[in-house]
């Protein structure tokens, strides 16, 4: 599994998102995005995280980046989430996996010593040429949308 790195042409997404409808790539085109990848809805990491980033969107938004969450859970369960936590960012559907290994996000874990196929916490900061301008590998939650910010302030 290979992760794309800085300088890399973003790949290219549709997915189905929060809400019903679909989202691209190419709906960002000329703007920069963050691109997250949380491993399950509504789990504590997961859920801090994509509060984080949201709690951020305003200032994130000043810097004219948008944001995405994408994980392997259904569009309900992405909905239930967004709802629950009052979340404002828009979060993308990837049951199929496809976007997940095209990112080289989706692979083995362990936890406990078990091992099992998942999301690894990862995030991209793609530029507005849809190149990789930075990528965050096993991301530690804390602090970690505000690194994202200071990255995307400085493109």
Known sequence: MTVP???DKAP??????DGGATISLSDFKGRPLVLFFYP??????????AIAFSDLRK???K???EILGVSADSVKAQDKFRDKHGLTIPLASDETKEMLTAYGVWGEKSMY????????RTTFLIG???RIATVWDNVKVPGHAEEVLAAA???
């Open 12 to 17: 290219a997404f549709r997915l189905p998102r």
């Open 128 to 130: 507005p040429n849809a």
């Open 153 to 155: 302030k400085a493109l």
């Open 63 to 65: 810097t004219g980046t």
């Open 5 to 7: 790195q800085q300088g």
């Open 40 to 49: 399950k809805a509504d789990t504590p990491g997961c859920t801090k995280e």
């Open 59 to 61: 200032a994130f938004a």
């Open 113 to 120: 010593g078990r091992k099992f196929m998942g999301i690894r």
